[in-house]
C-alpha cells in the first residue's frame, strides 16, 4: 500500500530544506574552510594555519579591542539619544510630537552609507564644511573637529544607529501605565527622580535589548570603519576581514577566521539579548485592567524641550543631507556662500544619469530589493504557519533554523556563501542571484517575525470553518489567510526592500562588475574622488527609495481598503 504525502508535509519538506541550504550549509562551508589551506575550488589540506596567523598577531587583539569600543560606544550614544527622544514623544506632553516622530524615523529611509558620507563632508579634519565654517568664523589654524578617529567612528555610528533605538523604546514607553510614575509625583518625587527611578526601572528589559541590538548592528557594519577607519588607520574586526578577502591574492581563508571569530562575538550578544528580554515579565506594564496612558506635564519647559529636541534633530538627521545636496549642486568644492550660489548647476546630476556603472547599480539594488522582499515574505508566511498553526515534528527547528541568521554578520553571510559558490558546479557566483540568496538569508528572520506575530493575531477558527465546509489547505491559505496577511506582507517587503538598499557588507564581498549595487557603487566613486557626482547620485536614489517607498504604501493601503 502506498502511503501518499499531504501537501502540508510536502510544504514542511520544502521549507525545511530550503533554510536548511540557505543557512546551515554556508556556515558549514565557511567553518571547514577556515581549516584549509587553499581557496575553493582548489585541491587543499586541513591546517590550523589560518588561525595561528590570525590570533598570534597582536593587530587581531587591537582591531578586537576598536571593535568593542566602537560598538558599546555608539550602542550608550544610540541608547541616550534614542531613549530621549522616545520619552519626549511619548511620556510627555511637549507639543510637535509628530514632527519629532518623523524627523527621529527619516534616517532609516537614508542607506548607511550616505549618512556615513554626510557626515565626512561636514566633519572632515581637511575639508569638512562645518569645520571651515568654524575656522573661518574664529580664526583657528587647526579644525576643530577630527572624524577622522576612534573617536569619530564611535559618533556617527551612535548617531547613525540612534533611530533604531527610537523605535525600540518607542513602543515601551507609548504602552507602559502611568499609575507607578503619578504615585512617585504624589510621594513628593520630582520629573527627573520619577523618570530615573520609576520610567527607567520598568523598562529595564528594553534598555538591555536595545543597547545589545546596537551593539550587534554596529559590531558587523563596514561603511563607518571603511570611510572613517581606515583613512584614520582605525582597523576593527570587519576591516580585517574584508581586506583579507579583498586583497590579492585573496586569502578567502584568513577572512574565514575573522568571520568565525566575529561571528562568535555576535552569537553571544544574541545569547545576552534574548536573556534580556525573556525576564520581560517581570516588568509587565499592562495588564487586563482599564488604563490611560497620560502623560507627563512638563509646564513652561514643554516648548523648550520641544524646541531644542526638534533643534537637535534637524542638525543631526537634515543637515548631513543638506551637506550632500549643496555638494551635488556646486561644479566643484566649496563652501556656502552668496558667490557659491551663482555657481548652482545640474551638470553633476546629468554625468551621474549617463555614467553607466552608478545607474546599474541603482536598478539592480531595485531589482534586488523588490525581489528579496517577495521571496523572504512568502518563504516566511509559510514557515510562521508551520510555527504557529501546524503539529508537526520538528516546527520548532523551523522557528530556530529561521533566526539564526540574525546572529550572522553580513561580512559572514558574503564570505560563506563565497566558499559554497566557488566549490559548487552552480553557476550563480558574480551574478544577481547570489546577491539575492544573501539578501534573502540576512533578512529571513525579520520576516519571519512579521509573519509570525500576525499569523498569531488571525483566529484559527476561520481555517477551521474553511476545512469544515469542504475548503482544501491550500485554498484555505489562499483565500482566507492570505488577504488577512497581506498588510503584515507588505510592510515587511518594504521593511526588507529598505534594507536591502541599505545593504553594504555582504554586497562587498558579493558583488562583481555588472552586479555592482547602489551601497558599493557609492564606495567606489568616493574612492575615485567623484565627490560632486557622487552627491548627485546620492540625492537621486534618496528619490528612487522615496518613490518606491511611496508606491509600496499606496499599494499596502489599497490592499487593506479591499480586504475592508
Known amino acids: 500500500m502506498v502511503r501518499t504525502i499531504s501537501l502540508q508535509t510536502t510544504m514542511f519538506i520544502l521549507v525545511v530544506v530550503t ?23 582548489r585541491e ?3 591546517t590550523f594555519a589560518n588561525y595561528s596567523k590570525a590570533y598570534a598577531s597582536p593587530q587581531t587583539y587591537l582591531s578586537l579591542l576598536n571593535s568593542i569600543i566602537h560598538s558599546v560606544g555608539a550602542a550608550v550614544i544610540a541608547f541616550s539619544l534614542g531613549t530621549f527622544l522616545a520619552w519626549v514623544t511619548e511620556r510627555t506632553n511637549a507639543p510637535l510630537g509628530r514632527v519629532i516622530f518623523s524627523l527621529s524615523t527619516l534616517p532609516i529611509f537614508a542607506p548607511t552609507v550616505l549618512l ?19 575656522m573661518n568664523a574664529f580664526g583657528l589654524e587647526q579644525a576643530p573637529f577630527n572624524i577622522l578617529s576612534l573617536g569619530g567612528m564611535v559618533f556617527v555610528s551612535g548617531i547613525i544607529e540612534t533611530p533604531l533605538a527610537f523605535l525600540w523604546m518607542w513602543p515601551v514607553f507609548r504602552s507602559m501605565d502611568p499609575f507607578l510614575e503619578e504615585a512617585s509625583f504624589v510621594s513628593g518625587a520630582g520629573l527627573a527622580g520619577t523618570t530615573y527611578n520609576i520610567t527607567l526601572k520598568l523598562a529595564t528589559p ?10 550587534l548592528q554596529t559590531i558587523e557594519g563596514i561603511a563607518v570603519p571603511m570611510f572613517i577607519g581606515l583613512p584614520a588607520r582605525v582597523m576593527v574586526l570587519a576591516t580585517e576581514l574584508l581586506l583579507a578577502a579583498s586583497k590579492i591574492p585573496q586569502d578567502i581563508n584568513l577572512a574565514s577566521t575573522y568571520a568565525i571569530f566575529l561571528m562568535i562575538i555576535t552569537i553571544l550578544g544574541l545569547v545576552l539579548y534574548r536573556q534580556a528580554t525573556s525576564i520581560a ?46 555638494q551635488s549642486l556646486m561644479p566643484y568644492f566649496q563652501m556656502p556662500s552668496l558667490e557659491a550660489l551663482r555657481q548652482i548647476t545640474f551638470s553633476n546630476y546629468f554625468t551621474a544619469l549617463e555614467n553607466d ?57 558574503g564570505v560563506s556563501l563565497m566558499w559554497v559558490y566557488l566549490a559548487l558546479p552552480i553557476p550563480v557566483y558574480a551574478t544577481l542571484w547570489i546577491l539575492l540568496i544573501a539578501y534573502v538569508t540576512r533578512y529571513m528572520p525579520h520576516g519571519m517575525r512579521l509573519s509570525f506575530t500576525a499569523f498569531s493575531q488571525i483566529s484559527k477558527e476561520l481555517e477551521e ?14 483565500a482566507i489567510l492570505l488577504p488577512l496577511l497581506m498588510p503584515s506582507m507588505f510592510a ?52 528612487v527609495l522615496a518613490v518606491l517607498v511611496f508606491v509600496v504604501h499606496r499599494i499596502a493601503g489599497g490592499d487593506r481598503e479591499r480586504g475592508a
Open 206 to 215: 528594553a534598555l538591555f535589548a536595545t543597547v545589545l541590538i546596537v551593539f
Open 357 to 413: 556603472v552608478p545607474t546599474r547599480a541603482l536598478r539592480n539594488s531595485v531589482i534586488l530589493g523588490i525581489a528579496a522582499g517577495v521571496v523572504v515574505m512568502a518563504l516566511t508566511s509559510i514557515a510562521a504557519w508551520i510555527v504557529v498553526r501546524s503539529k508537526m515534528r520538528g516546527r520548532t527547528v523551523v522557528d530556530f533554523l529561521t533566526f539564526v541568521p540574525i546572529a550572522v554578520p553580513g561580512l559572514v553571510i
Open 465 to 478: 470553518a474553511s476545512l469544515v465546509s469542504g475548503g482544501t489547505w491550500l485554498r484555505t491559505f489562499r
Open 492 to 543: 515587511g517587503a518594504l521593511y526588507v526592500l529598505l534594507r536591502s538598499y541599505r545593504e553594504l557588507p555582504s554586497s562587498l564581498m558579493l558583488s562583481h562588475y555588472g552586479t555592482e549595487v547602489f551601497s558599493v557603487s557609492v564606495m567606489r566613486m568616493w574612492g575615485s574622488g567623484l565627490i560632486q557626482e557622487l552627491a548627485a547620485y546620492s540625492m537621486i536614489s534618496i528619490v
Open 19 to 41: 533554510i536548511v541550504y540557505l543557512v546551515v550549509v554556508p556556515l558549514g562551508f565557511l567553518l571547514y574552510g577556515s581549516f584549509l589551506d587553499a581557496p575553493p575550488g
Open 44 to 46: 587543499a589540506n586541513l
Open 281 to 326: 515579565s517581570r516588568y509587565v506594564v499592562i495588564t487586563g485592567k482599564a488604563y490611560n496612558p497620560r502623560k507627563m506635564d512638563l509646564g513652561r519647559w514643554k516648548y523648550l524641550v520641544s524646541a531644542f529636541t526638534i533643534l537637535f534633530l534637524l542638525v543631526i538627521v537634515v543637515v548631513p543631507i543638506l551637506a550632500i545636496a549643496w
Open 116 to 134: 556615513t558620507i554626510g557626515w565626512m563632508m561636514l566633519l572632515s579634519p581637511k575639508t569638512g564644511l562645518l569645520n571651515r565654517l568654524l
